[in-house]
């Protein structure tokens, strides 16, 4: 019952794989049993994995105990030496145990040399470089036989390395007759054709008595004549050369000598193969044994080395590159005894490894790489940014990779400012929008004033990338650049880059400026934009100026369009008469009266648009005319209150009556002097409200503003002496006649005159209008130097007022501040006073 127990064990072992919870002190599971492996060995192959979260491959050897008493012995011994004999050319051993019906054995992962039938020439030399190595060390180092040597015994990892296994019939060489390789040869398969001549005839004197090495120096011939030929049938095929290549077939003569006194060791032929010119003789085994011998080379060595490492990386097979040289350097860069060379061929090996490869043997490397402070190292990895950025995932480029690359960008080294700005096109794809905008572009922006104009220049070029990457030119998965960040940071960054001193730097913010015309505001560019371009048009470099000219042109198609998307006018709709409400106004009514606005509009500027035309006159036209209107209208007001009471004017020595309101009281008049009836003889005034007199005849040229040559004439300008101490304005105005609350409906004559002339004096003057005037019904606000002249001498006040009658009526009406004196000729239009209002 119990051999039944133990027969189905081992059965569901081998298949079923129930071994991981069933074996003790094992901890790997048995996976599915390699069918093409049964037969070469006492062993059963099975995949498997060890019993963790990592779930680590390993390779299962199984033994069944069933088979006999001498099968179990060399099956002991086997897991007996892969126990005790560590070398990097031996199968690295990982766990192993025995139970009453099997014996279970878990090495790293690896296949048989007799399945591996893409053996490339150069991992063919390196394998039996390192199988030789490794018999040396066994036979000489540890004074034993290994004695079995097969392609079956030979095992490949996935590099492409040879590793040495098959330990059943390993023993010491000299002993007491117990040794494995004396009793147990027969139960190896095949072994018969492999037998060496002393095996044969059991000279163990012989053996014991041979240099170390000798009767694995014959194995190691049988080994090579089945690698170049397919197989070993008999040992009869050892004569012939068959398709081992002629550099090799010396040495294969010298190891298949039948005496075993002249038979050359596995250390021998390492040492006679390795000579320039022979079969071992290769760059690709060179290289292989530096890199695993690298911790005790000297430095001079390594820079040689690692100078050559790119153009040899290339030659190499894609396995053993990816699983053998890239372990190498990733442990070289590790212990920091890389440099920027090593990064290289890092990364010219991951280009041929897939994401998930990728992510397992080179992102680690990356991130820590990016923490070191060798520059040189720091800057060849910015330079080769774009071969491994793009397959590292965006999580860990935006949390592990970034923090560190933008430290490039403060770096005191320009090189490394400059390639950290060139390759922020290569990490951007990989960040957030946050932290593109957040981050990225503002120390961009930074950039835009860095003392070096190479690095000014290149960040124009990267923000003008990066802002049109919404347009095909960088694919930004997160967004891209948002319109604050654009307005915010950018725009003044590239409006200060105008004014740069560099002429490049100029000519890459105007084709920034120009690419991005799209993203910028249109009140920004009329306000901001297209008056810092203008001056570039004229330019001295002559690319600046051909920019400048692209970027206004851009410019302005955008305002362009921008306009015919605005409404004709923001002037609001006229109210209809007699609706409070705003909403009540008809339709009809606001169209009429935004019709009405717009063709206002296009007709003053339609006016000004002739050759010497001012934008601003139609405006400031407006504006007089409507100051004319609300003045003649006050005259005739006031002429019309007079008429109604002609004792006022007749007798002027009368006191004002006491209801009579002040001249100030009255809208429009701020001179008591220019009212009808306030003087005797009055010369004509203005209705305009200004204070300012003249003379009635006019002599002195006053630059045609009405003015004296000081500016300001013999007064002060208002209408104040600047000789009397006493203010003028402070004395109590002349009263006027009560002025009615309506004007009536016919004006008088003089309100007519006055309207239409508005310098004019009236025909119909008052009886005691031609008395001269004294001089105390000019002093309230009349101008000094018209009253002086109605109190000449020669009595010819009459005469004097006519004359300045005349005049003022032949000068043409002033606006603004020339209106603010009656006399000068105007010798230019009145462009600061329209400008004024």
Known sequence: MSGLSSYLFSTLSKVGGIGGGGIPDFHYTVGERIDAYSGQSIWQMHQGQKNDSAKQEATIFVFDKTRGGSFT???????????????????????????????????????????DTDADDELRRWGLYKIAETLKFITEDCKMVHANLSTASVYVTKAGEWRLGGLELVDSLSGDGHQAYRHYTSVIPGYAARMSPEFETQKWDAVEAAKPGAVDGWSLACLIYELFNDGLKSAAQLGTQGKIPQSLWPLFQRLHQSDIRRRMTPGDFLQTASRPGAYLDSEFVH?????????VKEQDEKSEFFSGLHSLIGGFPHTFAKYKILPELLKIMEFGGGDAKVLSGIIHIGKELDEADYAELIVPAIVQLFGSNDRALRFSLLEHMDSFIPSVPSSVVGKQVFPNFSTGYLDAAPAIREATVKASLVVAPKLSSKTLNNDMIRQLVRLVGDPEPGIRTNTLICIGKLCTAKEGVLDLDCG???????????????????RDSFPPVRSAALAVASACASRWDPAEIARRVMPTLSPLLIDGEKPVRVAALRALQAMISRVEAHSQSMPATVAPPPRVQGDASPGAASAAAAAAGRAQAADMAAASMAAASGWGGWAVSSLSSTLSGAISLAASSTS?????????SPSAASDPGQPPKPQSPSVANVPGISNPASLPGSSHGSAVRSTQPAPVGAKAEQTKDTGGWGFD?????????WGIDDDNDEDSWSKEPATVPKVPAKPPSQPSPSA??????????SSAQSPGSSRPAT??????GAPKAAATKMLSPSGKGATSAATASATATAVPRRKGLGAMKLGGAAKKPAILDEEFF
């Open 73 to 115: 012995a060399v099956a002991q011994n086997a897991l007996k030496r892969m126990r005790t004999l560590r070398h990097p050319g031996i199968v690295r051993y990982l766990d192993g145990a025995e139970t009453p019906d099997a014996i279970y054995m878990a090495t790293e992962p690896v296949t048989p040399l007799c399945l």
């Open 287 to 295: 290289a292989s044994l530096f890199l695993e011998n690298i911790a």
């Open 480 to 498: 891209g650049v948002n319109e604050n960040s654009h307005r915010y940071i950018i725009c003044p960054a590239i409006l200060h880059a105008l």
């Open 636 to 644: 005739s007001t006031i002429a019309a209150a007079a008429s109604q």
């Open 709 to 717: 040559d000081d500016g300001w004439g013999g007064d002060d300008g």
């Open 752 to 761: 007519n005159a006055r309207q239409s002339g508005g310098m004019a004096m």
């Open 775 to 780: 001089s105390s019904s000019l002093t309230r």
